[in-house]
């Protein structure tokens, strides 16, 4: 009985230790306020292989994989990278802009 106390009470002083530890060092909303004024991740190469495999995948793929079925997108689904590649770093536009232009898009969303 006195070893199950005992045990419990070394427990319960190691979790209090780790909810203290866990409290003082805590600082994610401090770090989560910065956002990036240089375009990010989007900019570092958007034309890059890795990219347009990605993009080729997800947007605009003819099924090259069991379970997936082909896609057509519709082309505004890529404004928003565009729209960020012109603000932040538009000397990387042209490699991406020909890349989208090997792709096929058509009007696929509505309103």
């Known amino acids: 009985m006195r ?3 005992l045990i419990e009470a070394v427990i319960a002083a190691v979790v209090i230790a780790l909810l203290v530890v ?3 060092t805590y600082d ?3 770090n989560n306020r910065r956002v990036p004024a240089d375009g990010g991740a989007i900019c570092q190469n958007p034309a890059s292989a890795l ?3 990605t993009l080729d995948a997800m947007l605009a793929n ?3 994989f069991m379970g997936r ?3 057509i997108a519709d082309r505004r689904t890529v404004l928003g990278e565009l729209r960020i590649l012109q ?3 538009p000397e990387k536009l042209g490699p991406y802009k020909d890349h989208l232009d090997d792709l096929k898009f058509d009007d696929t969303i509505r309103g």
């Open 28 to 30: 994610a909303g401090k």
């Open 87 to 89: 603000t932040y770093c």
């Open 3 to 5: 070893g199950r106390r």
């Open 62 to 64: 003819g099924a090259g």
């Open 69 to 71: 079925r082909p896609v």
């Open 22 to 24: 866990g409290l003082v």
């Open 51 to 53: 990219g347009k495999a």
